[in-house]
């Protein structure tokens, strides 16, 4: 039994002098993933701010056109927002594939960007992990590593970052606000996670005494030709193996602008910005979406038993555009 304290914060400010004052104190939010990992001994936070007070709660648009969802919004009402379904509906998609229904009415905004990875050695304290523990070693490495990441990898982790949501929120191009104690600024969504490199045990560029208060959509939402696609081992309440999140503009037959990112493939959202390029001003066919698989995975690598994964990439990225430009239906 780790003892911990429990404080609620009431103000932003007052969360941010909470935090700054104990390098063990944590947020906790909704509580769905920072839970499980004090329960599995993972995390030994001191102490607990709890920031569910804070008004951080709703959704709102913002000058440019876009929406701000508070990082306190949850899941089920991002997901079920009339705006976010008209003008994001890949992101309502994404969201809606995730989890169950009791963990959405509860995850938030700011937990799901900073969940951490589903790999089976960092849960497990009696095995190896980098991540975890840092220096001690990798035990997906050599290990079994079924669920581990094909991109992106280093030499001391092959883990991934498990979010729906954020795979979405990286094709829409969102950006984080976020508050500490030098004030507030934003993070491009393509710099907020990180690539495990040789230090695995960070998996964003968050300070530790920072609070996320919002997540900023640009007004541009492909509503209108767009594809979230996640293959799983089962058909709910399970982590994507791969995901897809694609979205287009079309002129006719013509791709004006392409958007693909990956899940379940790397230790952060995979957007592959020199690949979608390759699919601007080009003819929407099944050869040219070839083209762009091949070209995501062309540095891919497999450690055994999630080799599966590399082509499993490919034929996911072609299915998630044909989807997006209704050639095919989603099923
Ligand atoms: C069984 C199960 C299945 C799941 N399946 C899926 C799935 O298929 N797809 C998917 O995407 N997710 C899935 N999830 C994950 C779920 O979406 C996350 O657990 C949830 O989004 C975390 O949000 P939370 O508010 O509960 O975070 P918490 O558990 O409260 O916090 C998580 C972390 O974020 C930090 N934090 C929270 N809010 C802030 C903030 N505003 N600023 C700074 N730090 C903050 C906390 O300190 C903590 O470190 C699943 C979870 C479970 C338990
Ligand atoms: S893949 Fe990463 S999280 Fe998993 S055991 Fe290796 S270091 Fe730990």
Not at 72 to 95: F, G, H, M, W
Not at 140 to 157: E, M, P, Q, V
Not at 236 to 249: D, M
Request: net charge neutral.
């Amino acid at each position: 039994m780790n003892p911990f304290s429990f404080e609620r914060a009431e103000t932003i400010a007052g969360a941010v002098s909470a935090i700054a004052k104990n390098d063990r104190a944590r947020f906790i939010a909704g509580g769905t993933n920072l839970l499980d990992l004090m329960k599995e001994n993972v995390s030994r936070p001191a102490r607990l701010i709890d920031i569910t007070r804070l008004p951080l709660a709703r959704i709102e648009e913002t000058g440019d056109g876009g929406l701000r969802i508070g990082a306190l919004v949850t899941n089920a009402d991002t997901a079920y927002d009339e705006r976010i379904l008209q003008r994001y509906p890949l992101l309502s998609k994404a969201i809606l594939a995730g989890a169950s229904a009791q963990l959405r009415n509860m995850a938030t905004t700011g937990g799901n960007l900073l969940q951490r990875t589903r790999c089976y050695y960092f849960y497990d304290t009696a095995t190896p992990c980098n991540k975890r523990a840092p220096g001690s070693g990798c035990g997906a490495i050599g290990g079994f590593n079924r669920i581990h990441a094909i991109l992106g990898t280093s030499d001391k982790c092959i883990a991934t970052h498990p979010s729906d949501m954020c795979v979405a929120l990286a094709a829409l191009g969102a950006t984080v606000r976020v508050t500490g104690p030098d004030g507030e600024h934003t993070l491009p969504f393509s710099g907020f996670h990180r690539l495990p490199g040789d230090t695995p045990e960070l998996d964003t560029n968050l300070r530790p005494d920072e609070l996320i208060t919002a997540v900023d959509l640009p007004a541009k939402g492909f509503a209108t030709h767009h594809a979230y696609l996640k293959i799983r081992d089962r058909q709910s309440y399970a982590f994507a193996l791969v995901s897809v999140a694609a979205a287009l503009e079309l002129d006719g037959g013509h791709i004006r602008e392409a958007r693909l990112a990956l899940g379940g493939v790397a230790h952060m959202p995979w957007r592959d910005t020199a690949a979608e390029a390759m699919l601007s001003g080009k003819p929407a066919t099944v050869e040219n979406f070839r083209a762009v698989a091949e070209a995501i995975v062309r540095e891919a690598k497999g450690f055994g038993h999630n080799t599966f994964k590399i082509e499993l990439a490919k034929r996911a990225v072609v299915r998630a555009l044909e989807q997006a430009t209704g050639m095919e239906q989603p099923s």
